[in-house]
Structure formats: structure tokens, C-alpha cells
């Protein structure tokens, strides 16, 4: 993934907009049918990531649907990262606080 923002192409816009369109897809599923199914949630969107990153033969040039694929992956990635530095972070702000 690109880490200059001023130069990403229109592939890599698709498929972090794809990634954030699964996401919410899944937040808004796992709300409706049981709001208490966050490890779920979680675990469907780990599994999101590792099909796509085994999905492809890395001797091969990507097509454009691959490399959009590979570009959600890696921002469902991101996110799932930065969530759970967060969720760390806030346990650790609330047990300092205890």
C-alpha cells in the first residue's frame, strides 16, 4: 500500500472503499442479528484478510481484481490494527484509573 496519500491511484481508492464497505456491512449485520456477537465480528473480519492474502500465487502478476482484493485486505488490515491499539490502549487508560 502506498504511504504517499497525494499520489494513490484509483485502485488503491476502490479497494480501501471496498474494505470500508465490508466492515460496515458486518458491523451492521452483527447489530442486527445479535448485538453481543463483537468476537464474531472480529473474526469474520480477520478471516476477510487471510483469504484474500492467501488467495493469490505471489509468482504471478496481479490482475486488477486481485490487486483491488489485496488492497482491502491490507486496509481491513490497517483497521483492525488501529482498533485493537486502541482497545489496548483504553484497557490500560481504565485499569491505571482503577
Known sequence: MQTDNSMIDGQSIEGRLNAHREILICLLTSALLRPDSTLELL?????EVLIR????DPGLTPSAGIARAGEKSDEIRQILDAARAR???LTRQAQAGR
Do not use: V, W
Not at 473474526?43 to 478471516?47: A, D, M, Q
Open 87 to 89: 482497545a489496548d490502549a
Open 53 to 56: 492474502d492467501g488467495a493469490e
Open 43 to 47: 473474526r469474520s473480519l480477520e478471516e
